[in-house]
């Protein structure tokens, strides 16, 4: 008795068991082996990859992108890509060159045809873009091996021996970074510069003003005490002038303000009657709209509450309609059911009639049936007794029946009308009777005798002449 191997697979494992009964590949997590079948493991746990891929950017310009996948065996429901994978990666390593080989192209080619199609500015700053792209190309190359990525990290892009783009465009952010800082340091340095001379100017020239203010204070002072006397007699007599001339200004400047104030006060009475005309134009504008707006709401109140009794006439006769419709709808549809249940019971009686009719017909056949078979059952025990009587003659019973029913005589005549009509010619044969001692030439000669009576009738009865080999018949000349 043969017994099978019970396999369990491990948790990052699974069973791809292939011969006998099963059909290409079947996976499992557990199996009983049987013989003429064969059990191999899947390790079905990923495998970190890391590249450094040589690209070029639509300029022309080599780069190295360093990259590392993370990518395993594709797990799904159906386990259709699990059995790609077991078909045509899993008789190697993980770890072998051959599989990382296999991964480093797909990789390499699908990069390398992404780099050409953009700048390095491009890629230099889009690299999230560009990694999603590499991603989804290379995810959808090895889909036909049934391999998943299930992380990949790009990592900075770097310079190929010879040509330093990368390390030429950091010296340049560098460089650009310098100089705006010795701009910077410039420009501060120029602004503290100037504050200062600005400010040392402002300090010299508030010491020349102060100094000048001195001096003409002093020299005012000087020529105070000699103006002192002409001034005390001259503001006297300006006094007295300003004096005159404030009152005239102050007359003028009265009348100037009586006119003004009579202006403002005919302005104000203006534009008192105007805000009072203004006032009560819009005091009336707003009486008409409210008288409008009063109007509005009552017509359509009126309108509202017209058409709410149209309604409810119209929900009315059509409430009225719909119930007259319905009793009559309930009227008809009574009406055919009455009808209906009449059609059925006439259908009820007519098939009931014929139904009995058929018993009878049915009844009556079965009678003659069984009268039938009782004068057939008579019949046999009859023909069984005078067969019996007869020995079991079968050819005397059947004379026997043929007299009884008439059929001899019913043969005779068939035979009878059949001939009706008919003018046979009868000839007669004679031929030499050898008696009992002749011999067996005479008995030829004889039938050679009987053949021209006979073709002769033959041509008589049908016409027909005999074959050239056999004989001619001698024509009549009576005739």
């Known amino acids: ?42 390790d079905i746990s990923p495998v970190n990859y890391s590249f450094e891929v040589q690209a070029m950017s639509a300029e022309k310009l080599p780069f190295v992108l360093p ?28 770890n072998s060159n051959h599989v990382k080989e296999l991964v480093k192209g797909i990789i390499e080619g699908e990069t390398r045809v992404l780099a050409a199609s953009m700048t390095m500015e491009q890629i230099f700053k889009g690299t999230k873009e560009f990694k999603k792209e590499v991603f989804e190309k290379v995810q959808l190359e090895l889909n036909q091996f049934g391999l998943y990525i299930y992380n990949a990290n790009v990592k900075q892009l770097v310079d190929v021996p010879g040509h330093e783009y990368f390390s030429y465009l950091g010296q340049k952010t560098q460089m650009e970074a310098a100089n705006q800082a010795k701009i910077d340091v410039a420009e501060a340095r120029m602004k503290g510069e100037i504050g200062s001379k600005q400010r040392d100017g402002e300090t010299k020239q508030n010491a020349a003003k102060i100094d000048a203010e001195t001096m ?4 005012r002072r000087q020529g105070e005490g000699k103006k002192e006397e002409v001034k005390v007699k001259t503001e006297v007599k300006i006094f007295e002038n300003q004096r005159e001339a404030e009152v005239v200004e102050a007359s003028a400047e009265l009348a100037k303000k009586k006119a003004g104030w009579s202006q403002t006060a005919r302005l104000a009475e203006v534009e008192a009657e105007k805000a009072v005309e203004i006032r009560e134009a819009e005091l009336q504008m707003e009486v008409q709209k409210k008288k409008a707006f009063a109007q509005t709401a009552k017509l359509k109140a009126e309108l509202l509450s017209q058409a709410n009794v149209e309604y409810d006439v119209k929900v009315q006769e059509a409430n009225s309609e719909l119930y007259k419709r319905q009793k009559e709808a309930e009227a008809a549809l009574f009406e055919s059911q009455k009808k209906a249940e009449a059609q059925k019971a006439i259908a009820d009686a007519e098939f ?17 049936a069984e009268g039938v ?12 007794s005078i067969l019996k009587e007869l020995n079991h003659n079968y050819s005397a019973l059947r004379d026997y029946l043929m007299i009884n029913n008439g059929i001899y ?14 003018q046979p010619k009868i ?31 033959v041509q008589e009865q049908t016409g027909m ?9 001698p024509h009549d000349e009576s005739k």
């Open 409 to 422: 005589q019913e043969i005779a005549n068939i035979n009878a009308q059949a001939v009706n009509g008919m």
């Open 1 to 42: 008795m043969v017994i099978p191997q019970y396999i369990v697979a491990g948790p990052s494992e699974m069973l791809a068991i292939t011969g006998s009964g099963i059909n290409e590949i079947k996976l499992k997590k557990k199996h009983f082996l049987w013989p003429l079948q064969k059990c191999s493991r899947l």
């Open 67 to 94: 990259a590392v996948f993370t990518i395993g065996p594709q797990l799904d429901e159906n386990n259709e890509s699990l059995i790609k994978y077991a078909q045509l990666v899993s008789n190697h390593d993980k």
């Open 427 to 457: 000839s007669i044969w004679s031929g030499a009777d050898g008696g009992e001692g002749g011999s067996g030439l005479k008995d030829v000669a004889g039938m050679y005798r009987m053949l021209p009576p006979l073709l002769q009738t």
């Open 216 to 219: 003409i204070i002093s020299t």
């Open 352 to 368: 009931y009639s014929r139904q009995q009719a058929a018993n009878s017909e049915l009844y009556a056949k079965q009678k003659e």
């Open 465 to 473: 002449q005999p074959p050239a080999w056999l004989g001619t018949i």
């Open 373 to 384: 078979a009782a004068i057939g059952k008579a019949q046999a025990v009859y023909l069984g």
